[in-house]
């Protein structure tokens, strides 16, 4: 029986225009159909739970989109935004956005800024990295800049101190452009099996020479040379209203990206919570009197990473001890209760 043979286009894939009945030397492998392949979290933009603007933005937090932090390092100040913006046609809705709003066209030798999503051992070892079976990966993503050049993208392992830098090049002013980076295997270095930090997942926006003055580390995993990390990168701070834009963004393991993973917003939702959830609406009322004080108990959505810190952001009590299912809280009078909190486990 005839099969239909597809291939990946660069947004997606297409069938051969005529049939075969061996598929041998196709790479089906490429298809890579299986779910939860996306590594990255939140890669479509689309939660936003501490809101979807910050400005003023001069040192590193995570602002707007969940699971993506910006980091600041003396390199101008920013406005950081999820945008109604996204390429056409692509399904996706949402991108965000950071916009120089104070220049610094003469970085100091220490200065940077990037965004960045940071990803636990435990979820990492499909990749087998550290054994002879170790697998490359493949990010992809849709990039949007008034400001054309040389970016770097970088891949660095917190557990075992290696890295790999990519450069990638934005060709055209305000047009979204699709990108695929393939990472090669490293056998040196097992990530942890743990809910700590190994990988970074690093876009370069702007560096000062302590990270610029060498040579780009781009071929092989390694221990890394300062100077070596963002060779060739383009300065967005350099003007104000310079901006940058992403959406799309997937992390897999092969050579070969697939297309993007769209996940419904519950699970998306839910992947989010584990490190960050903020409490809206409903109020937490006391559960028990004893001895003068009211004690009331907080159910957390989903288990999260480590126990959280736990911020009352409206309503009255005293937050108790924390765990990664629940924590309680105090208070003096019958009518205590948590109306807003948040609670907080990120990497």
């Given at each position: ?335 205590s209760f948590v109306g807003e909190y948040t609670a907080n486990s990120e990497l």
């Amino acid at each position: 029986m005839a099969k239909q043979a597809y291939v990946y286009s660069g947004t997606d894939w297409v069938p051969l225009a005529s049939e075969v009945t061996n598929l041998s030397g196709y790479q089906t492998k490429a298809l890579n159909q299986f779910p939860y392949r996306n590594l990255i979290i939140n890669g479509a933009m689309q939660v936003a739970q501490r809101g979807t603007s910050a400005s003023s933005l001069t040192t590193t937090g995570y602002r707007t989109a969940d699971r993506w932090q910006f980091q600041i390092t003396t390199q101008g100040t920013w406005t950081m935004s999820v945008e109604n913006d996204a390429p056409t046609g692509s399904g996706f809705r949402k991108s965000t956005k950071v916009l120089c709003t104070t220049a610094d066209a003469s970085p100091a030798a220490g200065d940077v800024v990037l965004l960045s999503q940071t990803i636990e051992g435990q979820n990492l070892q499909r990749i087998k990295k550290g054994t002879a079976a170790a697998e490359q990966l493949t990010v992809s993503f849709w990039v949007k800049s008034n400001v054309t050049g040389t970016y770097i993208f970088e891949i660095y392992d917190a557990d075992n101190t290696r890295a790999i830098s990519k450069s990638y090049t934005i060709s055209a002013s305000g047009v979204w452009e699709y990108k695929t980076i393939t990472i090669p295997a490293d056998t040196t270095g097992a990530f942890d099996n743990d809910n700590d930090a190994s990988v970074f997942i690093q876009w370069f926006l702007g560096a000062g020479s302590n990270l610029t003055s060498g040579t780009l580390n781009s071929s092989s995993w390694t221990s890394p040379t300062t100077a070596n990390r963002v060779v060739g990168q383009t300065n967005l701070a350099s003007a104000t209203n310079n901006y940058w834009q992403i959406t799309g963004v997937q992390l897999e393991v092969g050579d070969t990206a697939t297309p993007f993973e769209f996940k419904n917003v519950t699970q998306e939702l839910q992947e989010c919570y584990r490190y960050y959830y903020k409490h809206l609406g409903v109020n937490i009322h006391a559960g028990s009197y004893s001895s003068g004080v009211w004690i009331g108990n907080a159910q957390n959505i989903v288990p999260m990473r480590v126990a959280p810190t736990v911020t009352i952001t409206s309503g009255n009590g005293t937050v108790g001890l924390a765990g990664i299912h629940s924590w309680y809280f105090t208070g003096a009078a019958a009518s205590s209760f948590v109306g807003e909190y948040t609670a907080n486990s990120e990497l």
